[in-house]
């Protein structure tokens, strides 16, 4: 009756990427690099491992075969999700008012980390080429920030609850924002000419309203249908001897599609799908210790968010990596670290006084992966003929780099501070 | 750096495929039909509805639309994996000892379950077009047990504990090993003319090996394993203060990669991928209570296994359907629905003395629905030349009512032995 389809394949695939990058992790973890670096490492292996004739990318059916890309879009997707219920994870795990109560450091954080990185990767560029296209758009790659990276380190080492993960978390949905606004009005002036007004104004106004009004629901909305729902579920448990088992599902079902549900719309808007996944979690903040859900949810974070690590590992081919473009990105890696550090860190700092050196440079090593939304940003210029494909790799290497070693310092500083708790095995 | 893709449509097709199927299930519950036919039900309405120019299967991009193969295709993925982890979540609940001790009643209830639906199809085609091979490949197909629609109405029942539902279970096995050697002889008879003797038997020996070897594993060595792991947890409790919570992921992880490298090796051996995961959720049936898992992997059922059902139903299509086909399909379903019946029937009672006549009925009915593994029969028919494709129609309405019907007797026979319980709500 189903579609089944030929899934052996598939399977086996799936079956040992998990084990690698599993078992990547839990060494990685046991000489204190974090577990996702192992699984990134993984990714890299898997793209690039080839003895003689025999390709590990080839035999897992990820490149080369007979169906690359059919295996190759599932891991994307099971990736996709994955890291959209890590999101949602951390958002169950912050309250809104505890977001609010860090605003102001996070809005400071947030605006000079979008600054300051696009300034010094313009002047950079003007320098370099004096191409002022090429220098806007790599002062938009510079400008985003991937939360994902940090927020798997924070929730892998137990601080989700610290103010520290509140104002990163914080300040990238702001920079999320911040960023889209950007790239709409540098491809707007790329692509014809002029900036794009009404188009970035229009993407301003609605993510504004997205967060604001979930904000507020979250405030307002929540604890009325908390309310409803608990008279409503006290009348049915007199009616049916397992309704309690019924409330749990039909909770996990409704958490699920609430979560999806909010990346869909933060997609139509045009800002990151985890951003709006973020934002659902918040939602269930107030209820999920009471309702017994957190451990569950996370069993989608274990299935799914290995599969998103080792993509991004499987994008990096060494072989294309030339002496030239070595050097040029070694720049613009220093250039893409310093600036986010430095901006944050001040932005902190001046954010919130109460703030001492440590939690400043927790802020600031965290904000600096770029993750995939620096991809997202260079795949765009290369497709509107904006940039040079010299300059997307050296993107692409910057992106990938950053997102391997701010992990590791940030697991320093975050070990420095809070010492004695280690993060998770997996 | 991650292989992000396009993932908006898609997102949006698995939220709007989620809610309706969600909530077809809870209004179906509502009026006492199970439901995954609500699930079921909603699958064919995306499959079929059709106002004007627009078309709910294109609007979801699952069919006619810009890429309808990549979301049907990530859709036939996700509900694959949705009905592993339930057979996986069956075997959980499933201690070895217990299978073993209804061992003669279960293979009692394959054997007659296997004989009577091959012998009484092939009988009545030889009579209707009297060619020999559709007659061996309609019995191959009404042969066919898909276990994942009765094992998701005993679990929606909370039943998995029963005597019935171990019977079920374990004849599903046998009759999955007996129908693959059924089809590895049908297929050589069809191709070669003769029965491949060596293949059936390479098949049986492998299948027979595997599922023996996991039992005994079961027996043996899962307690070895974990007084090992006790040991071991205990020492490490020692030296870290979060080694519980990184023992629960790692735990969780490790029981996921079993799960579906188990159904990776079900298949190589041309066994079902879930009879692989549902025997490895046996291997930590002990340990389920203790380790506070069993809530967990439900999640993974409750986010894929909507999926699974609403792909049957989305492979219904109305408008095939004649009056000439829906004679003969109408003829078939009987007969499907019969032979199934009383072969089971019998083989209870005849397995079981203490049985008593309304459990050899719902043993009975639960063998019934063909689901998934009727169709494949019919599709490597139909791909070896050796079936028309009228049969295959047939056998695709066979395999579908079977599926939609038995859950309604199941699940009202269920009630009236076990009544006060209901099934649950998603």
């Known amino acids: 009756v189903s579609g089944t389809v030929e899934v052996a394949q598939l399977l086996f695939m799936l079956v040992v990427v998990l084990l690698l990058a599993k078992s990547a992790s839990v060494v990685f973890n046991k000489f204190g690099v974090p577990g996702l670096i192992g699984e990134i490492f993984i990714g890299i292996l898997i793209a690039n491992l080839v003895i003689g004739d025999w390709s590990l990318l080839e035999a897992l059916g990820l490149g080369g075969g007979n169906n690359p890309t059919e295996n190759q879009y599932i891991l994307d997707v099971l990736g996709e999700l994955g890291i959209i219920f890590l999101l949602f994870s951390v958002g169950l795990e912050t309250r809104v008012r505890e977001l609010i109560s860090v605003g102001r450091a996070a809005f400071m954080v947030a605006i000079l980390g979008v600054v300051i990185p696009f300034g010094m990767a313009y002047?950079?560029?003007?320098?370099?080429?004096?191409?002022?296209?090429?220098?806007?758009?790599?002062?938009?790659?510079?400008?985003?920030?991937?939360?994902?990276?940090?927020?798997?380190?924070?929730?892998?080492?137990?601080?989700?609850?610290?103010?520290?993960?509140?104002?990163?978390?914080?300040?990238?949905v702001i920079d999320d924002v911040m960023g889209m606004v950007i790239l709409a009005i540098?491809?707007?002036?790329?692509?014809?000419?002029?900036?794009?007004?009404?188009?970035?104004?229009?993407?301003?106004?609605s993510a504004?309203?997205?967060?604001?009004?979930?904000?507020?629901?979250?405030?307002?909305?929540?604890?009325?249908?908390?309310?409803?729902?608990?008279?409503?579920?006290r009348s049915q448990?007199?009616?049916?001897?397992d309704a309690d088992v019924q409330g749990q599902a039909w909770k996990a079902a409704m958490m699920i599609i609430t979560c999806l549900a909010f990346a869909v719309i933060s997609q139509w808007i045009g800002l990151a799908a985890i951003i709006g996944a973020f934002l659902a979690g918040m939602i269930f903040a107030d209820n999920i210790e009471e309702w017994d859900m957190k451990e569950r949810i996370d069993i989608l974070n274990i299935f799914f968010v290995s599969f998103f690590f080792v993509n991004v590992g499987l994008k990096v081919d060494l072989s294309s990596i030339t002496g030239e473009i070595l050097l040029l990105a070694a720049v613009v890696i220093i250039i893409a670290f310093a600036s986010k550090y430095i901006g944050c860190f001040l932005g902190a700092k001046?954010?919130?006084?109460?703030?001492?050196?440590?939690?400043?440079?927790?802020?600031?090593?965290?904000?600096?992966?770029?993750?995939?939304?620096?991809?997202?940003?260079?795949?765009?210029?290369?497709?509107?003929?904006?940039?040079?494909?010299?300059?997307?790799?050296?993107?692409?290497?910057?992106?990938?780099?950053?997102?391997?070693?701010?992990?590791?310092?940030?697991?320093?500083?975050?070990?420095?501070?809070?010492?004695?708790?280690?993060?998770?095995?997996?």
């Open 123 to 172: 002047a950079f560029m003007m320098f370099q080429d004096g191409n002022s296209t090429h220098a806007m758009f790599l002062g938009a790659a510079l400008v985003a920030t991937s939360v994902g990276i940090t927020a798997r380190v924070i929730k892998d080492m137990k601080l989700t609850d610290t103010k520290e993960a509140k104002i990163i978390i914080g300040a990238a």
């Open 186 to 205: 540098v491809v707007g002036m790329a692509t014809s000419g002029s900036a794009d007004i009404m188009h970035a104004l229009t993407i301003t106004i």
């Open 208 to 233: 504004v309203v997205f967060v604001f009004a979930t904000m507020l629901f979250c405030l307002k909305g929540v604890p009325k249908i908390n309310e409803y729902m608990k008279n409503r579920l």
């Open 237 to 241: 448990k007199a009616q049916s001897c």
């Open 350 to 426: 001046f954010g919130d006084k109460s703030l001492d050196k440590s939690s400043a440079n927790i802020i600031g090593i965290g904000m600096v992966p770029r993750g995939e939304v620096g991809i997202i940003v260079a795949s765009i210029g290369l497709a509107e003929y904006a940039i040079t494909g010299e300059l997307y790799t050296i993107v692409v290497m910057m992106s990938v780099i950053t997102t391997i070693v701010a992990p590791i310092f940030l697991c320093r500083a975050c070990r420095k501070k809070y010492c004695g708790c280690q993060e998770q095995n997996t």
